[in-house]
T-cell receptor, first 116, second 112 residues
């Protein structure tokens, strides 16, 4: 079982809805990530939080709004999404240390989002 | 040209076969190399991790890095139907934190 927990596993929403994806880890990791993965494509980085501060935003549209309430939690707030935003949204965490061990990303099982 | 190239497959092999999965890359600054396995509709899970050139073995899996050729491989011995998944290579630079560059993934099917 993955130690990164994502909820909900599936979400269907209309283009006018507001919803949130949630992610939780209890491994003491200090870096957390949101990735987007379309079918048969590799994960694409969206956001990186390091020590609860947003450190990287890969030019993601403002209809996606990340939030890191504490070191264990990561949210992705969704508003006014488009059908092309339908994808698997993956949360990941890592130790955020130099050296090999800190390079390992632990992924959750993902939240599959469908925008109608 | 993509920084990391990976044959998408699908690669279909009989049970018990030795599987070779490969990635090439263009950025000589990559120092850390990883292989992730992703089952359908699941998140990727880390299989193997290597630093710089060399080999690393873990059970039926062997990861190999050849930095001079910018080429990494994952070998799976005695392949099993449960190995059927998409395999993603990933790599990062020394000073890039945990910023990974993924290959496109190779879909592997092991037939009983």
């Amino acid at each position: 079982d993955t130690e990164v927990t994502q909820t909900p596993k599936h979400l269907v929403m209309g283009m006018t809805n507001k919803k949130s994806l949630k992610c939780e880890q209890h491994m003491g990791h200090r870096a957390m990530y949101w990735y987007k993965q379309k079918a048969k494509k590799p994960p694409e980085l969206m956001f990186v939080y390091s020590y609860e501060k947003l450190s990287i935003n890969e030019s993601v549209p403002s209809r996606f709004s990340p939030e890191c309430p504490n070191s264990s939690l990561l949210n992705l707030h969704l508003h006014a999404l488009q059908p092309e935003d339908s994808a698997l949204y993956l949360c990941a965490s890592s130790q955020e240390r130099g050296g090999p061990v800190g390079r390992e990303l632990f992924f959750g099982e993902g939240s599959r989002l469908t925008v109608l | 040209q993509k920084e990391v190239e990976q044959d998408p497959g699908p690669l279909s092999v009989p049970e018990g076969a030795i599987v070779s999965l490969n990635c090439t890359y263009s950025n000589s600054a990559f120092q850390y190399f990883m292989w992730y396995r992703q089952y359908s509709r699941k998140g990727p899970e880390l299989l193997m991790y290597t630093y710089s050139s060399g080999n690393k073995e873990d059970g039926r899996f062997t990861a190999q890095v050849d930095k001079s050729s910018k080429y990494i491989s994952l070998f799976i011995r005695d392949s099993q139907p449960s190995d059927s998944a998409t395999y993603l290579c990933a790599m990062s630079r020394y000073n890039a934190g945990n910023m990974l560059t993924f290959g496109g993934g190779t879909r592997l099917m092991v037939k009983p």
